[in-house]
């Protein structure tokens, strides 16, 4: 049991907010949740990868929500890709209860140097995307749901950033729809995560909330910025370059 002292709940409110408000733009949120709870609150790194789940759920139910106020989500288009993404995320989240997450680490900041050339390449295809579904067979766009599905359950963080290349690069979905689309695929899968995990004894509930205490008005701020701000797509593929730079340097430092 963690014993929370004053500080504890500041760091927590206002790492969270940061958080949601980041994983509702960008993605990669979970550095900041997952380090105050392992280098802050002192959990083992199992136990948090299952309590970070809860602010996640609740930061994805009220991101989405916004998203949906203001007409940037669209359920029935949704429903087909988060429905195969389910496999993958239960084959990733029972993966995840059996062994280390350290030998996928080693590759995780390879993949990190390959999203951020794919972004600095050709920044267009970012900021005014074209419909790529045709580019790509279906089976192929079906593996990568199922791949995508299988990282978040696994491991979570950095989900959003590759989720987000996918839409964009392989679907040609524009920054704000995929950003939307994205927070209700995590906030499904998350939630049967968050059961399993709570299940194998793996969630510590008090740590859990606090975070999503502040990781909920994050991510309805981080909806509504994407939704009412003009030019919203280009400030989010800024933040995203500067995300996955200093994910880059933390990642090989």
Known sequence: MVDFEWYHWAIALSGGFLAGFINTLAG???????????????????IANGTNRIGVLFQSASSSFTFRYYGKLNWSESRLLVFWMLPGAFAGILTAMLISNEGFMAVYKFLLVALLFTLIFKPSRWINPTDNRQKFPYWLRLVGVLALGFYGGFIQMGMGLFFLAFMVIVLGYDLITANAVKILAVGVYTSFALLLFWLN????WLAGLL??????????AGAWFASRVPNAGVYIYRLLIV????????AFS
């Open 28 to 46: 990669n949120g979970s550095v900041i949740t997952l380090a105050i709870l392992t280098d802050v609150l002192g959990l083992p790194g199992n």
């Open 211 to 220: 975070l999503a205490a502040g990781q909920v008005p994050g991510g309805i």
């Open 201 to 204: 004894g793996q969630v510590v």
């Open 243 to 250: 995300i996955i730079i200093l994910a880059v340097v933390s």
